[in-house]
């Protein structure tokens, strides 16, 4: 006997504050859901306030606002004979939950507590929620008087309850009650709960897209059910990015799946099942019936009201879909894939910097343009942007070209060509020097000229004598480059010069260039540091570095090179050939017989790969000094003892010299899971003593007795390891929720 039942998920573009166009998304959401013949809308975490209100939840006013909103969507005429559940801030008996409140025909039925909060990463929900911690437990919540008035209750039921319908049994996930590895769907599943809904706020970091897809499915695969997963879309205010992505999964399999990486505000996901399917893919599983004739029952709000039709056979079940690792070319249609970093890359910072221009009303980019990887990665991430925009234009989307107009200052401005389009809001700026090369200046105007940019090259030598002149005037000395027989200080400082000069012509071009092209408005300056670069502390405080936001801050120098690779390929942008081959250079030191005197990784005092597992072992595995160096010295075999130990006291001390340099960050799209940016995902101190000395100390001892037992002889206190195994290291494997299983 079929059972059949509709239900929506649905992905939106928040924005933190914004509780008028919070309102107007989910009441889009649930007009959509109810047109594809759902009988049940679930959203994503906190969907009235927006997730990224951060200290605003200690304000009674974001408590009052979203129930004003609630207010507002429970008296819509759109919500009528559909059950519903929203995210929002409710605080109960002076304490603040994170919660999803359901509703039915202008009753509240249910205001369910989030019961593990989560705390790691780029997440601080312990500071402004408290986890409901009482299990299978609900209290009286006496309802405020506006809702009151419309509902014409006065308490209704608050905590660890689940819904009971005339045909199905509804319970609530609260995004890291997923992850977490007592997950509450287990016990609602023996319980008999047959759709759990889990309104979340996952964001975007590389790798991870196919551990939620393995979550979603493996929360039913043991169990059986259908699983909800309603995730936020877009940079609601902060720095990370929300990727979308929401799900419907039933026994084990997907049926539905959104896009991710997106620009649409609203996307809903519906899917339709048949409850029979449940029932007997759990009554197969005969430990699991075994476990659920003794499992203790949850509370049961009872709602006269069904979730199926009355016509058994109305509606046909909807087939799973398959969902793999897509290949590079992936056109982002069907949003059934999972796709490759480089795809990725392309586009989680191209819709994070979509959110930032619209919202900030702003009429376009500025960025310095230098012909390096950094910089032109950034300028193809405001291409993939621009190229986006014109496909969504293309299809119909008619809060996009709202936007874009709004942007250009025509109100009948209508996108076709990316590079025309990038033209318009992308203005860039070689800023050359006399310690500047002819290959990185025609370089960077290739680049320019394939997509599009709006494109000056200028000279900056004026400028950095009237500075070095007053240094003159007031000291009688003048500095010299190290090639000229100037201090180490002094080479320095003459480097910085240029770099922060940058900065200020940067910022005077974004605020005129539109006024000289004739339009309103200014341009958001682009910062081109990558996280490797933050992590070592290898720019300059204050230079070109530092701008508004920065699109690429939170990716790796490898991952930015196989983006530009993967994007050549894509749009045929021939001239990243070129930047890929060219070593990597400051070129702020004087050139030698016209040639590249200067070398980053030379510089650097390591390569960006070293970096790259620097920074992994430092904030994924936890380790210090010591601890790292106990780990690599039996992976980087090709070093001795030495010179790995070396090599982790440079790091360390350039670390702790330029740590004062994370807190002042340009605000990034935050993309790898080791990022040093000290004013959301890494709190650790910005003053350090840079000679680490017990540590250090710990290292050379170490090093002595690896010394001595490769020695002839070896120590005489050496245990006797059978031959075979005397050079076996152990197995070194960075390991994370995010980035599982990768061999290093």
């Known amino acids: 006997m079929g059972r059949t039942v509709t239900v929506a998920v649905c992905t939106l573009n928040q924005w933190a504050m914004d509780f008028d166009g919070n309102a107007r998304r989910i009441l889009q959401s649930i007009q959509e859901a109810k047109d594809a013949g759902a009988t049940y809308r679930s959203g994503p975490e906190l969907e009235i306030c927006g997730y990224g209100c951060e200290d605003h939840f200690y304000e009674s006013d974001t408590l009052l606002h979203s129930w004003e909103v609630l207010a507002m969507i429970i008296k819509s005429p759109i919500v009528k004979d559909m059950l519903i559940d929203v995210g929002m801030p409710v605080m109960h008996k002076n304490v603040t939950y994170n919660c999803r409140v359901s509703f039915l025909n202008r009753r509240i039925l249910l205001i369910r507590p989030k019961m593990q909060m989560c705390d790691d ?6 500071r402004w929620f408290s986890p409901w911690t009482k299990e299978r437990t609900v209290e009286d919540y006496f309802l405020p008087r506006m809702i009151s008035q419309i509902t014409g209750q006065t308490v209704v039921p608050f905590g660890d309850a689940v819904i009971s319908t005339r045909d199905t049994c509804v319970g609530f996930e609260i995004c890291e009650e997923l992850w977490n590895p007592m997950s509450n769907h287990i016990p609602m599943c023996l319980d008999g709960v047959e759709i759990i809904a889990n309104g979340s706020g996952s964001y975007f970091q590389l790798r991870k897209g196919y551990v939620t897809i393995d979550l979603v499915k493996s929360a039913t695969f043991k169990s059986g059910g259908c699983y909800m997963f309603s995730n936020l879309r877009g940079c609601d205010g902060s720095r990370v990015y929300f990727n979308g992505g929401s799900s419907i999964t039933l026994n084990g399999q997907i049926l539905n799946r959104g896009k ?27 430990s699991r019936t075994h476990l659920a004739a003794k499992s203790p029952s949850y509370p049961r709000v009872k709602v006269d009201f069904a979730l199926t039709s009355e016509n058994l056979i109305s509606t046909p079940p909807d087939r799973p879909i398959n969902v793999d690792v897509g290949p590079y070319e992936n056109d982002n249609i069907t949003g059934k894939m999972v796709y490759s970093p ?7 910072p191209a819709c994070w910097l979509w959110d930032y221009l619209r919202r900030s009303c702003q009429g376009g980019f500025f960025l310095p343009l230098s012909g390096g990887v950094d910089s032109a990665a950034s300028a193809c991430m405001v291409y993939s942007m621009c190229t986006m925009i014109v496909e969504s234009v293309n299809e119909g989307d008619a809060q996009v070209l709202s936007d874009i107009r709004k942007i250009v200052g025509d109100c009948e401005y209508v996108p076709t060509d990316p590079k025309q389009l990038c033209n318009t809001i992308l203005v860039t700026c070689y800023m050359g020097s006399e310690n500047s090369s002819t290959e990185t200046k025609t370089r960077a105007a290739e680049l320019a000229n394939q997509i599009g940019s709006y494109h000056h090259s200028i000279v900056i030598d004026l400028a950095v004598s009237a500075i070095l002149n007053i240094f003159q005037q007031v000291t009688k000395l003048t500095p010299r480059f190290k090639v000229q027989g100037g201090s180490p200080r002094e080479n320095l400082a003459l480097q910085n010069i240029q770099a922060r000069l940058r900065m200020v012509i940067a910022y ?3 605020q005129l260039m539109l006024w000289v092209r004739g339009r309103p408005g200014g341009l958001l300056v682009l910062g081109s540091s990558n996280v490797d670069e933050a992590l070592r502390g290898y720019f300059t405080k204050y230079d070109c570095s530092s701008a508004d936001i920065n699109p690429i801050g939170g990716i790796a120098k490898n991952d930015l090179k196989a983006f530009l690779s993967y994007f050549r390929r894509k749009h045929g942008i021939s001239v990243l050939d070129k930047i890929l081959d060219a070593p990597p250079t400051a070129e702020l030191e004087p050139l030698q017989a016209g040639q590249l005197s200067q070398l980053d990784e030379v510089d650097m005092g390591m390569t960006y790969k070293e970096l790259g597992i620097f920074g992994r072992l430092r904030k994924q595995e936890c380790t210090g000094p010591f601890s790292m160096f106990c780990k690599l010295v039996h992976t980087w075999d090709k070093c001795t003892p030495k010179e790995v130990a070396d090599k982790v006291k440079h790091f360390y001390r350039c670390y702790a010299i330029n740590r004062h340099k994370m807190t002042i960050l340009t605000p990034s799209c935050h993309a790898e899971t080791y990022s040093p940016d000290d004013n959301r995902f890494d709190h650790r101190p910005f003053l350090y003593n840079h000679t680490w000395k017990w540590q250090f100390n710990a290292i050379d001892e170490q090093v002595k007795l690896l010394n001595e037992e490769k020695s002839p002889g070896g ?4 245990p006797k390891v059978p031959a075979k195994f005397r050079n076996t290291p152990p197995s070194f494997v960075i390991s994370n929720k995010t980035h599982p299983g990768v061999v290093v």
């Not at 990463?121 to 312990?126: D, F, I, K």
């Not at 997106?262 to 599983?285: H, K």
């Not at 120590?715 to 050496?718: E, F, M, T, V």
């Open 121 to 126: 990463g780029n997440y601080r929900e312990s």
């Open 260 to 286: 991710e990486f997106a620009l649409n505000e609203v996307s809903v996901t519906v899917a339709t099942f048949d409850l029979e399917d449940i029932r007997s893919y759990r009554n197969s599983i005969r």
């Open 342 to 348: 480089e795809e990725e890359i392309a586009m989680a």
């Open 508 to 510: 005077l071009f974004a």
């Open 715 to 718: 120590r005489k206190d050496a």
